[in-house]
């Protein structure tokens, strides 16, 4: 049986704030407030990364946040996908090439949907949500790494030691 | 009602419990003027889960999530096939058990938390369900689901006081505010059950909804053979409860205990030593 269908129909939601100035986690909880409400689509904030979809970054990625950001991105099951929202997230928007932030959140972990706007509208948002779906339903089930990563993946998979590999690489990463 | 047709009841009961589930989202979203999800959507987060990779902390952990499902399934069918109420009763503390067990075994501050805040939910409602079990066989004069189902009397009318209680420690069973201690979304993630993934989460998830069944075939109990009535008195507590979750906070654990055991099985006693000088 195809369960390929479902995955659509109940996007479960993890919401992290990478150093945002909160504008945009606020439209994002305007989304699940009465007004949009998108649990309509069956989307839930779960708050947690080993149930949740769709991962949901806000702010252009500051340093103590980066290492959070990896790990949250590696406890999330696959099939996943990552939604950039707001203009920080997108491209590092006002704090761009400040010596503090990452420029953005794909310098770090994969992105899918880039959701621009300061803040981002909650109909962006839900636009964004919806594009990123419809990538959920074709991605495959394999482990999905950064570009910066040569980390190798073997299955069966220990996750804790590619945690700490990616870790390692991360920390030991100059700046580009 | 003979085995195989509990048996097969028990079976079905998967699909009544995530029903019901359904329909307490919608019923929570409209209290709250949302459109809510759809009535099928606890299905389609059942067959999302199926196709999510599970990721497993170790083997006992996600051994223990499969048993909680099973545990709170055999509870019950005790119940269906008209079994006796106690071991029923002793087979869901027993699932939930393994729920802890569970919980405590792995690393994650809240999934300890959340398994201690566990234990303190059972200390508070299960004796509440032994105390009615033992006013429901004062009433009727046996502890088999089956002779309580058939007896003549209605036990409701002679335990009001323990209807009331048990009413209000629904939310506890079904961890809902005010008694969310254990899972507390906002606060420990789930609780014990933050570190499941996948099919494993996905038994956590259903055996949630077969504890929605245990808990109202309690209430259903209360109407002995007056079916209408249970069913009646099902639907009543269930948008109770729905009300109850919606217009109130989350109490701490302390007050959780406490309202328990200072106020409802007092009640409970009460109730229960005034059913028995009347009978003597």
């Known amino acids: 049986m195809d369960f390929k269908s479902f995955r659509k129909k109940s996007p479960w939601i993890l919401h992290y704030n990478t150093g945002s100035c909160n504008g945009c986690d606020i439209e994002i909880l305007a989304c699940l407030a009465p007004k949009y409400d998108i649990e309509r689509f069956g989307a839930l904030n779960r708050g947690n990364p080993k149930q949740s979809d769709i991962l949901i970054v806000t702010g252009p990625v500051t340093k103590r946040a980066k290492e959070r950001l990896l790990r949250l991105y590696l406890e999330m099951p696959e099939p996943k996908v990552v939604v950039a929202v707001g203009a920080c997230a997108c491209s590092g928007g006002v704090f761009r090439h400040m010596y503090n932030v990452e420029n953005g959140v794909d310098k770090v972990i994969p992105v899918d949907v880039y959701v621009p706007g300061c803040a981002a509208r909650p109909e962006a948002i839900i636009d964004g949500v919806i594009k990123a779906l419809e990538i959920l339903e074709k991605k495959g089930k394999e482990v999905e790494l950064p570009r910066w990563c040569s980390v190798e993946v073997k299955p069966p998979v220990n996750r804790v030691k590619l945690l700490n590999r990616c870790l390692e690489e991360l920390h030991g990463r100059r700046r580009g | ?280």
């Open chain 2, 1 to 280: 009602m003979s085995y195989w047709e509990a048996f097969i009841l028990t079976l079905i009961s998967l699909v009544i419990g995530g029903f019901i589930y359904g329909l307490e989202r919608i019923v929570r979203a409209r209290m709250q003027g949302r459109v809510g999800p759809p009535l099928l959507q606890p299905f389609y987060d059942f067959f999302k889960l199926m196709d999510k990779r599970s990721i497993i902390i170790h083997s006992f952990h996600a051994f223990m999530g499969v048993m909680y499902l099973i545990g709170t399934w055999f509870a019950l069918f005790v119940l269906l096939s008209g079994g006796d109420l106690l071991i029923a009763i002793f087979f869901h503390v027993l699932s939930l058990a393994f729920l802890v067990v569970g919980g405590f075994s792995v690393r994650s501050p809240y999934s300890v938390i959340g398994a201690m805040r566990e234990l303190l939910h059972m200390v508070a409602y299960e004796p509440l369900y032994v105390l009615s079990a033992a006013a429901l066989y004062l009433v009727t004069g046996t502890f088999q689901v089956s002779g309580i189902l058939h007896s003549n009397h209605t036990p409701l009318f002679y335990l009001p006081l323990l209807f009331v209680a048990v009413l209000l420690s629904l939310p506890a069973i079904l961890k809902k505010s005010p008694f969310d201690t254990a899972e507390a979304h906002q606060e420990i993630i789930g609780g014990p059950e933050i570190e499941y993934s996948g099919k494993f989460y996905e038994a956590v998830y259903t055996a949630k909804w077969i504890e929605y069944i245990y808990a109202f075939f309690f209430i259903f109990l209360f109407a002995g053979g007056n079916h209408i009535l249970g069913a009646l008195l099902v639907i009543f507590s269930f948008f109770f409860f729905n009300l109850l979750d919606n217009v109130t906070a989350r109490v701490n654990f302390r007050q959780m205990v406490a309202f328990h055991w200072y106020i409802l099985i007092p009640l409970a006693v009460i109730n229960l030593m005034l059913i028995a000088l009347w009978r003597s």
